[in-house]
């Protein structure tokens, strides 16, 4: 389907790295950072393949660190002359910059470690056919749950394959090999003249660790539920947000907890470490080693071994997401949370796997709890909706109220309008499905119990 | 940029799988961002991509590869992978390549690349400073410079040739200031397929200073009420709701889908007489402007909503082919490393005739926006959420309090029902539309006009 790599790609680009670090100037630090990854998108409509698109993606980053101040070029363009001029561009453009003590690439007086387990040699063996197979069935197996489902606006099968490789001045060398697949459908369904949509996805390092069929149910059986849909009165009711639509909230919480965030004062976690922000079942994990997230990595966008960072431990706000300038400007040790948006951008800081810590209770469990509750499945404008500086929200909601118990009539356009800090101190209960999710960063969250919510409607 | 006997034998390669028609886009683009945050130079990035798609079409299905390598050998490789996948027995040849002319150009006066990296500091410095100078309840300022100069070529196996040098250039400011226990944001940020004559209509203090008050404003805020009420939208503030509630769900991928609300809709009256609405890729030197889109056809104007009645659906070459109507030229791609898809340009609701200050004089109770934030659609349904970031009540026709945390929430297709009034003014709005992983500059126009009657969403 795509070029294949000759020999091993790792030391290809590690060899075109080395190059590239040998050419700094006395006094200088230079960070090399390559990608080179091939991804695969099929799209199946009307049983046959609407798209098969084919990528492979190369390109070298590099950041210069002279005086405290640091530049960043890139080029898609890998001729020697090519690199020599964006190490060239990005000297220049060291120059403009502020200078900052806490600006430094990370260190490293050994090999990276490794994570052998998110490659799997298997990978490269899987016929292009298979992958079709696996779109066309997403689809099929969605068209079978009958009325009222109408139609697949979307179903689609994705990999990546692809290697990430750095080298520093300052000692820092490595490269990894890494694979995914996923499959994702949206169907649609239609019943009395109103139609929904609603999404059901499945995750895995190999196109074999997908469950096509259960996706497509996945879909079906949320589409359904939501058909029918009407506001919902107004008032006070406690809110249980099902994986998808807890995902949602925990994605502006991964903003937050960044000691970025913090350090410029746009979080409203900002000086309450040590604080009791919720109850003792309230644990909220970043992990960029636990290989069943799908963001698992050995290292970060630094080059900065990944690892296991404790954001809320029982309650109680225990710290924040680092890369090594927010390290640096604090005295700490980064968490290995720098991240890449690829060659054309200098490292960032984000959450790698964010997860909620699952608790023992089955979701129906939760509902049982509740009692009367709003059943929240999808929120819509999360990221306008949701002020992750003061901590307001008010955001756009459908789903199935909860009546005696269980799920009774479905919800639409409704508003649920709270604050983070109330909506953490108001999580009454924590089930035991916890997901992945792929919002933005990879985020695993369980079903959820809030109390304390305002439900808005007509 | 390209070899035409290389583009021709790549073309040729595309075909021999069976497609019916071939393409290929190569793009060579330079650009900076350069970022100031809390004082900072924090980033000044610049970067060269190069690459280039191939395309292959055989009925509904679309095989697309890339590569980063512009060499006959690299091209005609990329060929081969994407004519790989498409089935069906090799009959369509390839025809003389023939140079096209686009209906209309966006040239920029003033080359961004002639700005060395302290000019462009300077910019963002400036703008800065009149945020910062603004207020003292300023806290935090980031402005960012982005420019693009890009060289964009075409050609297809219908013997379309084009060559393309669009030029963007965009500056953005965000202030948050705080007042006591209250924290609250501004944001600016104009934008055009123009160079550097962009701070000549757009002083960067005037953008700094923008955001600035937008802030400021809103420190005096109370919680929004919730409930139904009628909104009265500021010139350009409500242009995204516009582009989210109705534009994508006039976008032909959507519509052919059966995923859109206005599917089978076109010659139906669904918003007022009052309203008129249109996609314009041919506005002189906006955000969202080209001369060809990216798969050859020409810029146009394509009226969507016709006094209230839907009428023409935005399409590419495939989705065209598919509903059995007329490309409107708007197949657009983020890069070479994606196929196009169906996408707004510059859309626009069209003034009417009422004076501003009286559809604000005309409401008794009500919400006026001034500014939109971010908004999600269900383009199967119509239904729609969208952050209100700059707003106050409407009391007795005067505004008065300003309120904070409210959304708007309804539907695409009863809202344009309920546009009753049409200010006599327009103003546009600029930003990164993103749709199937791809994002694309788009603008939005509106005069000010007024909502009779939606849900808003509060917190008082």
New interface residues.
């Given amino acids: 389907?795509?070029?294949t790599p000759g020999t091993d790609p790792t030391d290809d680009l590690l060899a075109l790295l080395d190059r590239l670090v040998d050419r700094a100037q006395p006094g200088e630090g230079v960070e090399v950072y390559a990608v080179d990854e091939t991804e695969t998108t099929i799209k199946a409509?009307?049983g046959?393949?609407?798209?098969?698109?084919?990528?492979?993606?190369?390109?070298v980053g590099v950041r210069v660190l002279a005086d405290g101040r640091?530049?960043?070029?890139?080029?898609?363009?890998?001729a020697e002359s090519?690199l020599d001029?964006?190490l060239q561009?990005a000297r220049?453009?060291a120059?403009?910059?502020?200078p900052?003590e806490a600006n430094r690439l990370a260190s490293a007086d050994g090999s990276l470690p490794v994570l052998p387990q998110i490659y799997r040699e298997a990978f490269a063996d899987i016929d292009p056919a298979q992958k079709v197979d696996l779109a066309l069935q997403l689809e099929a197996a969605t068209l079978r749950g009958g009325a009222p489902v109408?139609?697949v606006?979307?179903a689609q099968y994705g990999d990546r394959e692809g290697t990430a490789a750095i080298a520093t001045t300052t000692g820092v060398r490595g490269a990894y090999r890494s694979c995914e697949a996923h499959c994702i459908v949206e169907a649609?369904a239609e019943a009395d003249g109103?139609?929904?949509?609603a999404y059901g996805l499945s995750l895995g390092r190999l196109p074999t660790d997908l469950d096509v069929e259960g996706a497509a149910a996945e879909a079906v059986e949320r589409v359904t539920g939501l058909l029918g849909g009407r506001?919902p009165s107004?008032g006070a009711l406690p809110v249980i947000l099902d994986p998808f639509a807890a995902a949602a909230f925990l994605g502006v919480l991964a903003g937050a907890l960044t000691a970025d965030a913090v350090q410029?004062?746009?979080s409203l976690f900002a000086g309450r470490v040590g604080e009791q922000l919720g109850g003792a079942y309230l644990s909220l994990i970043d992990d960029g080693r636990l290989i069943d997230g799908p963001a698992a990595a050995p290292w970060d966008g630094e080059g900065v071994p990944t690892g296991r960072t404790a954001l809320i431990d029982g309650g109680v706000l225990a710290g924040y997401l680092h890369n090594t300038y927010t390290a640096a400007k604090e005295g700490t040790q980064s968490t290995g949370n720098a991240s890449r948006a690829g060659f054309?951008?200098?490292p960032g800081l984000s959450a790698s796997n964010l997860y909620l810590v699952p608790g023992d209770a089955d979701p129906q469990a939760l509902l049982a709890q509740a009692g009367s509750a709003f059943y929240c499945q999808n929120v819509?404008?999360v990221?306008?909706?949701a002020?992750p500086?003061?901590g307001?929200?008010?955001?756009?909601a459908?789903g199935r109220m909860v009546r005696d118990g269980v799920l009774a009539e479905p919800v639409?356009?409704a508003?649920i309008?709270?604050t983070i800090p109330g909506m953490l101190a108001g999580l009454v209960a924590v089930a035991n499905d916890l997901r992945w999710l792929p919002f933005g960063v990879a985020i695993g969250t369980p079903t959820l119990l809030l109390e304390g919510m305002?439900l808005?409607g007509? | 940029m390209l070899d035409d006997s290389d583009v021709r034998a790549a073309l040729v390669a595309a075909l021999s799988g069976g497609g019916e028609f071939a393409e290929l886009y190569a793009e060579d683009r330079r650009g900076r961002n350069l970022t100031l945050?809390?004082?900072?130079?924090?980033?000044?990035?610049?970067?060269?991509?190069?690459?280039a798609g191939v395309r292959v079409l055989r009925?509904?299905?679309?095989?697309?590869?890339?590569?980063?390598v512009l060499t006959r050998a690299a091209l005609i490789?990329a060929a081969k992978?994407?004519a790989?996948?498409?089935r069906g027995e090799g009959r369509v040849t390839t025809t003389d390549l023939r140079t096209a002319t686009p209906p209309v150009t966006h040239p920029a006066q003033i080359d961004p690349l002639d700005a060395d990296?302290?000019a462009?500091?300077a910019l963002v410095r400036e703008a800065e400073d009149a945020a910062r100078s603004f207020d003292a309840s300023v806290?935090?300022v980031t402005v960012s410079y982005a420019d693009s100069v890009r060289q964009v070529y075409l050609a297809n196996s219908e013997g379309h040739r084009s060559t393309q040098s669009p030029v963007r250039t965009r500056l953005v400011a965000q202030v948050?200031a705080?007042r006591d226990d209250?924290?609250?944001?501004g944001f600016e940020g104009p934008g055009g397929s123009v160079g550097h004559e962009l701070f000549t209509t757009h002083p960067p203090a005037g953008v700094g200073r923008g955001a600035a008050e937008q802030a400021v404003a809103m420190l005096d805020s109370i919680?929004?009420p919730?409930?139904e009420f009628a909104v009265v939208l500021g010139p350009g503030g409500g242009g995204v709701l516009f582009h989210e509630a109705c534009g994508h769900g006039m976008e032909a991928d959507i519509v052919g889908?059966?995923?859109s609300?206005y599917r089978g809709r076109r010659g139906e009256r669904l918003g007022t007489p009052i309203f008129t609405g249109v996609d314009d890729a041919t506005t002189p030197g906006g955000w969202g402007s080209f001369g060809f889109d990216d798969e050859g056809a020409p810029a146009q104007r394509t009226v969507l909503f016709d006094q209230g009645v839907c009428t023409d659906y935005m399409s590419d070459r495939l989705r065209a082919q598919q509903l059995g109507l007329p490309s409107t030229g708007n197949g657009r791609r983020q890069s070479y490393?994606h196929?196009p898809i169906p996408r707004m340009t510059n859309s626009y609701i069209l003034p009417g005739e009422d004076d501003p200050a009286e559809i604000v004089r005309s409401v008794q109770r009500g919400v006026y926006c001034r500014q939109l934030?971010?908004?999600?659609?269900?383009p199967?349904?119509g239904?729609?959420?969208?952050?209100i970031t700059e707003a106050y009540l409407i009391e007795g026709g005067e505004l008065t309090q300003a309120i904070?945390?409210?959304?708007l929430?309804?539907?695409g297709p009863t809202v344009l029902g309920r546009i009753d009034a049409l200010g006599n003014d327009f103003d546009t709005r600029q930003g990164i539309c993103g749709k199937d992983g791809q994002g694309v500059p788009v603008a939005f126009g509106t005069p000010t006009l007024r909502i009779s009657r939606i849900?808003v969403?509060?917190?008082g």
């Fill in positions: 389907m795509s070029a409509y009307g046959e393949v609407e798209t098969l698109s084919s990528a492979r993606t190369r390109g640091i530049g960043y070029a890139y080029t898609a363009d890998l090519a001029e964006t561009q220049s453009n120059t403009v910059a502020t900052d109408r139609g606006d979307s649609l109103a139609s929904a949509s506001k107004s410029k004062g746009r054309a951008s200098p819509l404008g990221h306008s909706g002020n500086i003061s307001d929200f008010s955001v756009g459908n639409r356009e508003t309008a709270g305002t808005g007509a | 945050d809390d004082g900072k130079v924090e980033d000044l990035v610049s970067g060269h991509d190069v690459g009925g509904r299905q679309t095989a697309y590869a890339y590569t980063n490789e992978v994407a790989a996948g498409v990296g302290p462009l500091v806290r935090q948050v705080a209250v924290i609250q944001t919680p929004a919730a409930g889908k059966d995923a609300v490393a196929v934030g971010g908004g999600q659609v269900d199967a349904s239904d729609f959420v969208f952050g904070r945390g409210a959304n929430v309804g539907d849900t969403g509060g917190t």
